[in-house]
């Protein structure tokens, strides 16, 4: 019952490099959401996608990507890196598009220092 | 949209002390509710939530009553336990929305 999984855990990136964050969900969730948390700070929404082929910009879309090719997975990319994308990237899922009659679920979180 | 105003924190407790994180709201209709909690190194998972004046979430002790006539959903506990050392995020979701908007989180520690 493995949930939300995110990939990796940590990472240091120089700026102007670039890398993908992993995210796969087993529910069988129609609804997936990318935010960073920054410190001292609330969730900020990136980019969700309420359906394999489909996806919408958030509050903070700029300086990244997403892909829904399935279900599945929902990674988000960061093609040039800056120090303002240092934060903490959770990705979730729900099943409705009612999120009071179906939660979402979060991953673990994803840290990211960019340098 | 919606926005929301929570306490700020950290907010220090000894053991089984009474717990009140304030939050309110800005909304342009009748949002549903929602707490959330993140225990250190984990996602954040759903604490409990309410979708019309007056109705009172509870989970694991906690409760919090939608109140329209001062757009507030403050969080209560009656009697804290070191095991509720967490962040603490409100999040109103309005009606249509597939979008929560996150409080910026109070952090709770509770001493033994």
């Known amino acids: 019952n493995a949930g939300v999984t995110q990939t990796p855990k940590f990472r240091i990136l120089k700026i102007g490099q670039s890398m993908t964050l992993q995210c796969a969900q087993d529910?069988?969730?129609?609804?997936m959401y990318w935010y960073r948390q920054d410190p001292g700070m609330g969730l900020k929404l990136i980019y969700y996608?309420?359906?394999?082929?489909?996806?919408d910009k958030g509050e903070v879309p700029n300086g990244y990507n997403v892909s829904r090719s399935t279900t599945e997975d929902f990674p988000l990319r960061l093609e040039l890196a800056a120090p303002s994308q240092t934060s903490v990237y959770f990705c979730?899922?729900?099943?409705?598009?009612?999120?009071?009659?179906?939660?979402?679920?979060f991953g673990n979180g994803t840290r990211l220092t960019v340098t | 949209g919606n926005s929301v105003t929570q306490m700020e924190g950290p907010v220090t407790l000894s053991e089984e002390a009474f717990l009140t994180i304030n939050c309110t709201y800005t909304?342009?209709?009748?949002?549903?509710l929602f707490w959330y909690v993140q225990y250190p190194g984990e996602g954040l998972q759903l604490l409990l939530k309410?979708?019309?004046?007056?109705d009172k979430g509870s989970n694991k002790g906690f409760e919090a009553t939608y109140r329209k006539e001062t757009t507030s959903f403050h969080l209560e506990k009656g009697s804290v336990q070191v095991s509720d050392s967490a962040v603490y995020f409100c999040?109103?979701?309005?009606?249509?929305?597939?979008?929560?908007?996150f409080g910026k989180g109070t952090k709770l520690t509770v001493n033994p």
């Open positions: 996608s309420v359906g394999a082929g489909i996806t």
């Open positions: 979730a899922s729900s099943y409705f598009r009612d999120t009071y009659n179906s939660p979402l679920h």
């Open positions: 909304a342009t209709g009748y949002p549903s």
């Open positions: 529910m069988n969730h129609n609804y």
């Open positions: 999040a109103p979701l309005e009606g249509g929305s597939e979008k929560l908007v």
């Open positions: 309410a979708t019309k004046a007056d």
